[in-house]
């Protein structure tokens, strides 16, 4: 029969689509997608000769991928000995863009049998992926139970040929006459990395011929997701690990799993027992890899799993998952949101086995990954009380960690809130003068240190009807706490009410408007002064924190808290009612305001008029 000379035929609406999502991003792509579509073809004809033995009458070697690189004729053939394709489905499948042959064998499939098959060359233009590295392709073909080969060639520019080709073997060689510019997938190591990447698991051994060496399967030819859990040791779980997370430590904890049912899919997760170096990037993106049926797809999929469980490390492997012409971005569509549900769920359940076991592993997780842990009573409305559950905190009353069930176990009669106070470093907050009171109460408060705890202690509200109040925050009633009975300690006099009122209109005067009140303070039992923030109002770390990114300009006027049973605030109070009012006294206003906000982490407002003053007080009390 004489070579034939035909035109390409486009089905217009597929080909727009194709130029609209501009196809694929970069051009390794087309050996993965080569690679697919030859893994297909072993499936479709290993699914045909259930019913038709005689198709594999003549494989005496099992289904396999080669590739076959050649560097002095500057070609590359991926050969299969799957279904192959006749004269008619070369001209249909091949000179049809957008056509799938695959499309058209599922289509013929009837009831439960379409499961039986993992094909995902849905779109017919993976194929087309090889011109963008090649400016001609040949493809040899003999279609499985037929005795004619054929060969479809093009340079992919309007036209292609198709002629007879008796050597032809089952199955399809496809082969690339590569361009300078990609002359590097001749290359043994660059074809085993793109393989490793992409093609890794696919259940066909992909076997690389290079010179004159023998052949070598440079895949796994074995997804390990896909093996039962009883066949799987340890080791080889950390095998992978290493290799899909591209890490050397061990996994703290493994979740394999298969979701059956409306969706079909495989996790194989694994939680990092060391912290990821780029945990806290700012683009915050998850690193579970999605596979659809054994090819992998993305390794950055956003709505695979929220932010704030990225370090999560692993695979999901798709059954039903619909995907975009090039693979490369999936369709939104509920699936994948169920997905989704579906791993957080298992992956929060599986934390809070590990909380509730009594090796006391689990804190170790916490104390690596709490911080971003939290991120999703922020972000997680519907799973906001799984995650506080979750949570263990630094408190008060307590050296090691504390979960919220075991604070309201121990809170005080009469205690109506769950108290906290926010800052940057814990040893610094355990000295904060605002923690007196509530210490001589007997009163636990969480120390929290972490950046996001500003925000989400605000979005949560409370956690089984009690509270999260901060202890910085004006108003802080204890006199509802019920004290020690058995508190040996003595109660310090205060100074008389009077007296205290005249020196809070003294320093009011003094400050101005430095401060938006002045008031006796119920919390101080050891300090002078303390600041706070008025009811309602943003804390002082909060502000500080949004002042360094420039969320926030000018610093807002806070609460002066003064201890009437304090010996100086005494003795300034009994001097302001007596008459002693004027400059000194202004200067200790000032010294007090200073001194208060040193407390807190910030510098004097103004440090030269600082030093004036402590100085001339000093001078003042020795006598000068």
């Known amino acids: 029969m004489a070579e034939e000379k035909r035109q390409f035929q486009a089905e217009v609406g597929k080909l727009l689509d194709i130029v ?3 196809l694929y991003s970069n051009k390794e792509i087309f050996l993965r997608e080569l690679i697919s579509n030859a893994s297909d073809s072993c499936d479709r004809l290993r699914y045909a000769a259930l019913t038709r033995p005689e198709l594999l009458a003549d494989d005496g070697t099992g289904f396999r991928i080669r590739l076959i690189p050649d560097a002095e004729a500057g070609t590359l053939t991926i050969a299969d000995n799957g279904l192959g394709m006749d004269h008619d489905e070369l001209v249909a499948n091949l000179g049809t863009i957008a056509k799938s042959g695959t499309s058209e064998f599922l289509s013929r499939l009837t009831g439960d049998s379409r499961n039986d098959v993992s094909l995902i060359g849905q779109f017919g233009v993976g194929f087309y992926s090889a011109f963008m590295v090649a400016d001609r392709v040949t493809v040899a073909s003999r279609k499985a139970g037929e005795d ?49 990447r992409y093609s890794d698991h696919i259940a066909i051994p992909v076997l690389l011929k290079d010179g004159d060496k023998d052949e070598e399967a440079i895949n796994s030819a074995s997804a390990l997701w896909t093996r039962p859990k009883s066949e799987i040791t340890p080791e080889q779980y950390k095998e992978f690990y290493h290799h899909v997370a591209h890490a050397f430590d061990e996994p703290w904890a493994t ?70 012409v090039s693979r490369e971005m999936l369709q939104h569509n509920p699936i994948l949101a169920k997905i989704r549900t579906g791993l957080v769920k298992r992956i929060l359940g599986e934390l809070k086995r590990k909380a509730e076991a009594e090796d006391g592993d689990y804190l170790t997780f916490w104390d690596t990954f709490g911080a971003v842990l939290k991120e999703g009573l922020y972000e997680d409305f519907e799973r906001r009380e799984d995650i506080l559950d979750l949570c263990r905190f630094r408190t008060t009353a307590s050296d090691g960690w504390v979960s919220l069930a075991e604070y309201l176990g121990r809170m005080k009669e009469g205690q109506e809130a769950i108290y906290t106070i926010a800052g940057d470093d814990l040893a610094a907050l355990k000295k904060s003068p605002q923690l007196e009171g509530f210490a001589a109460k007997g009163v636990e408060v969480l120390l929290l240190t972490d950046p996001i705890d500003e925000f989400w202690v605000s979005s949560v509200g409370d956690y089984k009807d009690k509270q999260f109040r901060s202890v910085a ?21 205060e100074a008389p009410t009077d007296e205290i009122a005249t020196l809070i209109e003294a320093v009011k005067l003094a400050l101005g408007d430095k401060v938006k009140d002045v008031r006796a303070s119920e919390r101080l039992t050891e300090s002078a002064v303390c600041l706070v923030a ?24 806070r609460i002066l808290e003064l201890n009437p049973r304090h010996a100086l605030i005494k003795g300034l109070a009994h001097r302001v009612k007596t008459g002693g009012t004027g400059p000194l006294i202004e200067d200790i206003a000032a010294l007090l305001f200073d001194q208060a906000r040193i407390v807190e982490g910030e510098p004097p407002a103004d440090p030269a008029a600082f030093a004036r003053r402590l100085v001339g007080v000093m001078e003042k009390g020795l006598g000068a």
């Open 20 to 22: 609209v999502h501009s």
């Open 148 to 196: 004619a080969g054929w060969c479809w060639s093009s340079d992919g520019k309007g036209e292609f040929t198709v002629a007879p080709a008796p050597d032809a073997e089952r199955g399809a060689a496809i082969t690339l006459h590569l361009r300078e510019d990609s002359r590097e997938f001749l290359e043994a190591f660059r074809l085993k990395t793109v393989v490793k």
């Open 255 to 324: 979740l394999h799993y298969k979701a059956e049912g409306a969706i079909e899919y495989t996790g194989l997760l694994f939680l990092p027992s060391t912290k990821p170096f780029d945990i806290f990037n700012p683009d915050r993106k998850q690193h579970v890899k999605l596979y659809v049926r054994r090819v992998f797809i993305t390794d950055d999929c956003e709505e695979l799993l929220p932010p704030y469980l990225r370090f999560v490390r692993g695979i999901v492997d798709s059954q039903d998952l619909p995907l975009n």
């Open 473 to 493: 925050a004006a108003g802080g009633d204890l006199s509802k706490v019920k004290t020690d009975e058995n508190s040996d300690e003595p109660k310090a006099d």
């Open 534 to 557: 008025a009811e309602g109002e943003m804390s002082m770390h909060l502000e500080k924190l949004l002042r360094a990114h420039r969320q926030v300009e000018a610093e807002r006027p």
